[in-house]
C-alpha cells in the first residue's frame, strides 16, 4: 500500500479554486494512471502517462491537467474546481515490463469535495 | 458506454456460501482482470487471465474465461466476512495500452 502515496488524502475546496493531487511511487513503475471514482460507479481514467515525456487523455479529461515531474511523480489538477468533480480519485502505476498488459497498484484515494 | 458490465450490482450472502460475479464485454481482449476494493479504499490487483486461457485459480477466487460469449466469472468459495468488498473486472482491449473498469458488484457477507 505504502508503495503509491497520495496527498492530500481528504480536501475540501470551493467551486473556481485551482486544486493539484499529488501521486507518488516507490514501485520504480514506468507508467502512471489518474482516475476517478463515482458512487456506484466504477473507475474513469482521466489521464495516464507511460514515461516522462509521454501524457495522454483518458475517457474524462476536460477539466483537469497532469504534470509528470518525474518517474516517480504524477500530479493531477483542477485548473478551476467545479461541483461535478467532486469524487474519489485515485492514482495506480503498472510496470512497462510483461506482455501483454500487467496489473495496477492503486493509492489509498484522495477524497475531493467541491463546495 | 463500460467495457466491462458485471452482473449482478450487489449480493448479499451467508458466510461460508460461495459467491459468483459476472462480467461482460464487448471487444476483443488482451486479458481480463478482477480487482477488489474495500470501502472508500484503493483497488488490489486479485487475478489476472490471459484471451487464452480459460480458467484460473488462486487460494479460493476460480476465474473462468468465455471468449466466445465475451464474459468472464469470478467465483470465491467458502466466503468469509472478510470478503466483503466491491469487485470489478478490468479489459485490457487488443491494441489499447490501457484498462477499462466495469462498475462493480458490491458483495456483502453475512456472519
Known amino acids: 500500500d505504502a508503495d503509491v502515496t497520495q496527498t492530500p488524502r481528504n480536501r475540501i475546496t470551493k467551486t473556481g479554486k485551482r486544486i493539484m493531487l499529488e501521486c507518488s511511487q516507490t514501485?520504480?513503475?514506468?507508467?502512471m494512471y489518474w482516475y476517478r471514482q463515482d458512487p456506484g460507479l466504477g473507475l474513469r481514467l482521466i489521464y495516464y502517462?507511460?514515461?516522462?515525456?509521454?501524457?495522454n487523455k483518458g475517457e474524462i479529461s476536460d477539466g483537469y491537467s497532469v504534470s509528470r515531474q518525474a518517474q516517480a511523480k504524477f500530479s493531477l489538477s483542477l485548473e478551476s474546481a467545479i461541483p461535478n468533480q467532486t469524487a474519489l480519485y485515485f492514482c495506480?502505476?503498472?510496470?512497462?515490463?510483461?506482455?501483454?498488459?500487467?496489473?495496477?497498484?492503486f493509492g489509498p484515494g484522495t477524497r475531493l469535495t467541491v463546495l | 458506454s463500460q467495457q466491462g458490465e458485471e452482473d449482478p450490482q450487489a449480493l448479499s450472502i451467508q458466510e461460508g456460501e460461495n459467491a459468483t460475479m459476472n462480467c461482460s464485454y464487448k471487444?476483443?481482449?488482451?486479458?481480463l482482470q478482477w480487482y477488489r476494493q474495500n470501502s472508500g479504499r484503493g483497488l488490489v490487483h486479485l487475478i489476472l487471465?490471459?484471451?487464452?486461457?480459460r480458467e484460473k485459480h488462486s487460494g479460493r477466487l476460480r476465474v473462468t474465461l468465455d471468449t466466445s460469449k465475451k464474459s468472464s466469472s469470478l467465483l470465491i468459495t467458502a466466503s468469509r466476512a472478510a470478503d466483503t468488498a466491491s469487485y470489478f473486472c478490468?479489459?485490457?482491449?487488443?491494441?489499447?495500452?490501457?484498462?477499462?473498469f466495469g462498475q462493480g458488484t458490491r458483495l456483502t457477507i453475512n456472519p
Open positions: 495506480a502505476t503498472s510496470d512497462l515490463a510483461g506482455a501483454p498488459y500487467n496489473e495496477q497498484f
Open positions: 487471465i490471459r484471451s487464452n486461457e
Open positions: 514501485k520504480g513503475h514506468d507508467r
Open positions: 478490468a479489459t485490457n482491449q487488443r491494441g489499447a495500452q490501457k484498462l477499462v
Open positions: 502517462s507511460f514515461d516522462v515525456k509521454d501524457i
Open positions: 471487444t476483443s481482449i488482451n486479458n
